[in-house]
Every structure is written in structure tokens, then in C-alpha cells.
């Protein structure tokens, strides 16, 4: 095994990536202050119950990791090729189709014509004349004679056409482009020239979809503030209650820890060890979120109706639906806060694990949008597991309004082994006695099917996860969510307190 820190200079290669996600959570901080001055001016109490909001169990926590993120944007800057991920940000925007006419003389011999664009954004050249002509996009280098094509012949009226793919060989060299065109004929040509260019590195939208998620996050947290204040205040409640819990602190400590150490941990997979280890922390991060969810919903709902402390908050004026409503909203934001930290740790281990896996193999040193694309491909898995852990959160707080910690422990785990398994029960059932088949398909029918939130099949085959599929697996956690949540209202709503 090669030392972690043998060579410095490659574990710059992947801070670009970790600095896009620390420089959209800076510029989701500048936002909401700017939001916060607006509302200031607008309704000065609306921004004091903004800044008291700070004070409560999500959104002071989420500022803080969001100036955590921005610290460490701001110490990786003089680190990182801003003009890089600027151009690429611009073309993203941009237009980017051109066409430019250039009529050669007769009897011109590498008649120079200079292109306004830059190779590395190209993504399509084509070319056309109406008179048979000879077309150089650059001059010949020794060595490159098998990969370059140096010359086009262009016949009249027939386009050539370059379009950049997968392994395709760029027809320019260097940062400026550049066309030499030869006439031999005896009247002049017209030789139409378009392009079209797109971002150099496209990876660098990670910074403005960071910054439209977390911005739409603090803007829905906002709405759900001032729009039900009762729920908010037990939602808040709970979340203070799992933060100050210890289970929280160790699962975030143990969770860092051991996502940090599989950069370095052999996965023996053949150059397939970053699989490993988003397949590794994508478990590791949703078991931890599953744990703190399950040990808060035993706490703050068994807890308090054991120690009469619910009887306390229902003789307010708060009802009982508000109650089991207001919980489940804190524990969905309690799993958001552990995604939000240990998913953040999980896209920096990702993208430092690229560079480690291709020191350890002898591999030449990846690019940075190499580093950010493996990065990428992490976020769909985080919204499953995510998912999962919010459609359990709904279990457990069911289970809660009955049973005490042990057993809603248990169950939950049970539920979410089992529910890994349906599809293997319900096809295990096929063909066997009818009191097989019907057990078989009770259990698909009552528990949820987990299965839908995995996608390690999907990382280890390197398929990208559709935003499609997301959608109906969203819809699925909301269904069988508020099934568990009716379930929950109904067991707690002739639940004795006293």
C-alpha cells in the first residue's frame, strides 16, 4: 500500500469538486442574509421570528455546517482553477452555435484561418465548400501522425463533420484553433465553417445545483416555519432532543471516521475499489441515519408518554394529530442533518478515493472533473437512502406510540432486514403450496419494499440512476409514509396519557 500523503501535489486534483459543493454553500449563506435584509425592510416581524429561528434545532445547526462548507471553500480558493470552472459556468449559459464564411482565393496554399474559440469547448465542427479544397486543422507533429488528421478534402458540396464522442481525437492542438485552407482550382471557393462548443467541464454545474438544493431547502423550512408554527415548534422540539442526544454525536463521529478511513482501506476489486467505497458509505451513512431516527422516536415519543411529559404538550393548545405530525417533521429533519454531514463527508471521500485508486493501481493522475463525475454519481444514491430512512422514521414513530425503545428497536430492524428481501420472498413463493404463496405475498403487501431504495447493482455496473426512476421512488416513500403516519394518529389517538 502506498502512503496516504506520499505526494501531495495529487490530493489537489480533487479539491475543485469538494470546493464547487463548499462554494455553493457560501452562496446559499449570502442569499439567505440578503432574504433576511429584504424581510427586515419589508416585515420586521417576520425577520425577528427569522433570526429566533436560529436558535432552534435545524436551522442553527444547518447554518453552522454551511459555514463549515464555506470555510473550507474559502481555504481550498487559491487551491483550485477558477477560470476553469468560470468558463465552464459561462458556456453552460451561453450560446454556443457559430458559423463563420470564409471565401479562398485560387491558388491559395494554407491560406491561415483563425477560429474564435477554444478547442477544449468544441464539441462539434463541420465544414463545407462548394469548390473542392484541401483543409489543414493543424500543422502535423511528429508522433501524433496515427491519431491527428492533419488534412481534410473536402469535395464540393459534401460537409465534413467532427463530432466530439467518447474517445474521439480533438482535430485541434492547443488553446487557440485555427483552420489552413489550400484552392488549387482557378476560382475562388466558399468554405463554410460552423461549430458548436459546450462547456469544457460540465461537472462544474455541481455549484449551481448545490446552491439551488440548499436554498430550496432553507426556503421550505422557512415556509413550513411561518406556515405551521405549532407543528414547527414540536418539530424543532424533537430535533434539540435527538442533537442532544449521544447517540447522535457518536453516530456522526464513527460515521466521518470510518468514511475517511475507507480512502484507504483495500477493497481488493481490481481498480474497482471507489465502487466499493460508495456502495460501503451509502450503507454505513443510512444504517447511521436509521439508528439516530429509530433511538429519537423512542425518546421523544415512548419517552415522553411514559413520563407524562406528552400529557403536558397536549394540554396546550395542540391537538393529537398535531403532535404525532409535528414528531414525524422533526425526525425527517433529523435524518436530513445526518445526510447533510455525513453525505457532504461521503462526496469528499469519493472524490479523494478516485485519486488514491489510481495512485494504488499505477494509473496515470485522473483529471478533476474525473473526481467530480464519481462525485456525481453519489447524489442519487443519497436521495434513496434518504427516502428509506424517512419511510422507516414513519415506521418506528408508529411503533412508538405503543412500545417502548427495546422493542421498537427491534422491529424496525426487523422491518428493514425483511424489507430488503421481499422481492427474494415473494420469488422464493412462486410454485410452492398456496399457504406459501399467500404468506408470501402478505409480507410483500404489508411491509414496505426497501429494495426500490438500493442501488448498488446500479454503482457496481456504473449506470447512471434516472431522475425518473427518483421521482416514483419518492412517491412510493410519501404512500407508505402516511399509511404509517394513519397508523400512528389511529394507535395514538386513544392512547391513555395519564
Not at 508522433?143 to 473536402?154: N, P, T
Not at 482550382?185 to 446552491?211: D, H, M, R, Y
Not at 454525536?249 to 470510518?258: E, F, N, P, S
Not at 448498488?456 to 456504473?462: D, N, S
Amino acid at each position: 500500500m502506498v502512503p496516504l500523503f506520499a505526494d501531495a501535489n495529487r490530493w489537489l486534483i480533487p479539491l475543485p469538486s469538494i470546493w464547487m459543493v463548499g462554494a455553493a454553500a457560501a452562496a446559499t449563506l449570502i442569499a439567505v442574509l440578503l432574504a433576511y435584509a429584504l424581510l427586515r425592510l419589508v416585515a420586521p416581524r417576520a425577520a425577528m421570528e427569522a433570526r429566533v429561528s436560529l436558535g432552534d434545532g435545524f436551522l442553527g445547526p444547518l447554518a453552522w455546517l454551511l459555514l463549515a462548507y464555506s470555510a473550507a471553500a474559502l481555504a481550498f480558493t487559491p487551491l483550485v482553477p477558477l477560470d476553469q470552472i468560470v468558463r465552464s459556468l459561462a458556456r453552460l449559459t451561453s450560446a454556443y452555435n457559430f458559423q463563420h464564411t470564409v471565401v479562398v482565393e485560387p491558388g491559395a496554399s494554407l491560406q491561415a484561418i483563425p477560429l474564435d474559440m477554444r478547442p477544449q469547448e468544441l464539441a462539434l465542427l463541420r465544414l463545407e465548400s462548394d469548390k473542392p479544397i484541401v483543409v489543414r486543422t493543424q500543422q502535423p507533429v511528429e508522433g501524433f501522425a496515427m491519431v491527428k488528421e492533419a488534412e481534410v478534402s473536402l469535395a464540393a458540396g459534401k460537409p465534413w463533420t467532427w463530432t466530439k464522442a467518447e474517445g474521439a481525437t480533438n482535430p485541434f492542438v492547443g488553446q487557440r484553433a485555427r483552420l489552413e485552407a489550400s484552392n488549387d482550382g482557378t476560382s475562388a471557393a466558399k468554405l463554410s465553417i460552423g461549430w458548436q462548443l459546450a462547456a469544457e467541464n460540465p461537472q462544474a454545474g455541481v455549484l449551481p445545483w448545490t446552491f439551488f438544493a440548499l436554498t430550496s431547502l432553507a426556503a421550505a423550512y422557512a415556509v413550513f416555519r411561518l406556515g405551521c408554527p405549532r407543528l414547527a415548534a414540536i418539530a424543532s422540539a424533537t430535533t434539540k432532543e435527538a442533537i442532544g442526544q449521544p447517540v447522535f454525536t457518536v453516530a456522526i463521529v464513527a460515521g466521518i471516521a470510518l468514511l475517511v478511513a475507507f480512502i484507504a482501506i483495500p477493497y481488493n476489486t481490481f481498480g474497482e475499489d471507489v465502487k466499493m467505497l460508495k456502495d460501503s458509505g451509502l450503507t454505513l451513512i443510512k444504517v447511521l441515519a436509521l439508528l439516530v431516527v429509530v433511538w429519537t422516536a423512542s425518546v421523544s415519543v415512548a419517552e415522553e408518554i411514559e413520563g407524562r411529559t406528552a400529557l403536558t404538550v397536549l394540554s396546550k393548545p395542540i391537538t393529537r394529530w398535531q403532535f404525532v405530525l409535528g414528531k414525524f417533521a422533526g425526525l425527517v429533519l433529523v435524518a436530513l442533518l445526518v445526510f447533510l454531514i455525513l453525505g457532504g463527508v461521503l462526496l469528499a471521500t469519493t472524490s479523494l478515493k478516485v485519486v488514491y485508486d489510481a495512485r494504488e493501481s499505477s494509473k496515470t493522475d485522473p483529471l478533476w472533473r474525473e473526481c467530480a463525475e464519481e462525485m456525481i454519481t453519489v447524489v442519487p444514491g443519497l436521495v434513496l437512502s434518504l427516502l428509506e430512512t424517512i419511510l422507516m422514521a414513519a415506521v418506528s414513530l408508529a411503533v412508538s406510540t405503543r412500545l417502548g425503545m427495546v422493542p421498537n428497536l427491534i422491529i424496525c430492524f426487523t422491518v428493514y432486514a425483511l424489507g430488503h428481501l421481499v422481492p427474494l420472498i415473494v420469488q422464493s413463493s412462486v410454485g410452492k403450496f398456496a399457504i406459501v404463496r399467500f404468506v408470501g405475498k402478505l409480507i410483500a403487501t404489508l411491509l414496505p419494499v426497501l429494495d426500490h431504495f438500493t442501488i448498488e447493482a446500479a454503482v457496481v455496473g456504473g449506470m447512471p440512476v434516472p431522475w425518473v426512476y427518483l421521482g416514483w421512488a419518492a412517491l412510493y416513500a410519501a404512500l407508505y409514509s402516511t399509511l404509517a403516519i394513519l397508523v400512528a394518529l389511529v394507535l395514538f389517538q386513544d392512547r391513555d396519557l395519564a
